[in-house]
């Protein structure tokens, strides 16, 4: 079967750096995204990776590994601004889109 | 119009009711994506269109319909709204429905059903 796996939630301090791990099995793989959404939002995109390495936009970081079946996403610098869930999503065989139930970050000062 | 709009913003509706959710996008994208998303669950795609004409099942389809009869327009209905439907739903697009086409989300519609 398809699945994403992400923890539920995470907690940072303020000026911080957290990563948020993602692992995905997904019949197919073409890539996978990264989304922000803040509470009562909609996703807004952060990154995609469709081959292996470190993709680096800004304060945020996104890495893949395609033989581990692995991302992350890193946010550096953290600001209160970044309190939100973070939407893992990987791209299977049909080009669709296998969502993870995202991860929660509460920033704390 | 900048994006994608939903309407409405939030319903509640009774069982047994019919209801459209109507989106919109003024990008030209051809491809859009009806999805619900529930607490603890990640998004779940109901039903999809690569282009206009053209429509496809997704992963949670049953008692949701959509058509495809402009590049513009990509209603959901809801032909005898349950319970069980009570969810947000988001209208998204993208370029194409192909690698590396980022998704663009509409704001959500807040549909409850009782």
């Known amino acids: 079967g398809q699945n994403i796996d992400q923890p539920t939630e995470m907690t940072a301090t303020e000026g911080a750096i957290v990563q948020i791990n993602c692992t995905y099995q997904?019949?197919?793989?073409?890539?996978l995204f990264w989304y922000q959404q803040h509470a009562g939002e909609a996703p807004t995109f952060l990154s995609y990776n469709v081959l292996d390495g470190l993709e680096e936009k800004g304060r945020f970081s996104s890495f893949l590994s395609r033989s581990k079946g692995y991302s992350y996403l890193l946010l550096k610098e953290l600001q209160m601004k970044d309190s939100a869930s973070y939407l893992c999503?990987?791209?299977?065989?049909?080009?669709?889109?296998?969502w993870g139930a995202g991860t929660k970050l509460i920033i704390k000062p | 119009i900048a994006g994608i709009t939903q309407a409405p913003t939030s319903q509640i509706l009774a069982a047994g009711r019919r209801m459209t959710l109507r989106c919109t996008q003024d990008m030209r994208h051809n491809a859009m994506y009806w999805y619900r998303q529930d607490l603890g669950l990640g998004l779940r795609l109901i039903h999809y269109s690569n282009t206009a004409g053209t429509t496809g099942k997704g992963e949670v389809p049953d008692g949701y319909s959509v058509s495809r009869a402009n590049t513009d327009d990509f209603p959901l209905t809801l032909a005898s709204a349950v319970p069980s439907q009570t969810s947000v739903y988001f209208c998204?697009?993208?370029?194409?429905?192909?690698?590396?086409?980022?998704?663009?989300f509409g704001p959500g519609t807040r549909l409850t059903v009782l």
């Open positions: 997904t019949s197919g793989f073409n890539g």
């Open positions: 998204a697009s993208s370029e194409g429905g192909g690698v590396g086409n980022e998704q663009f």
């Open positions: 999503a990987a791209t299977d065989s049909n080009y669709q889109l296998i």
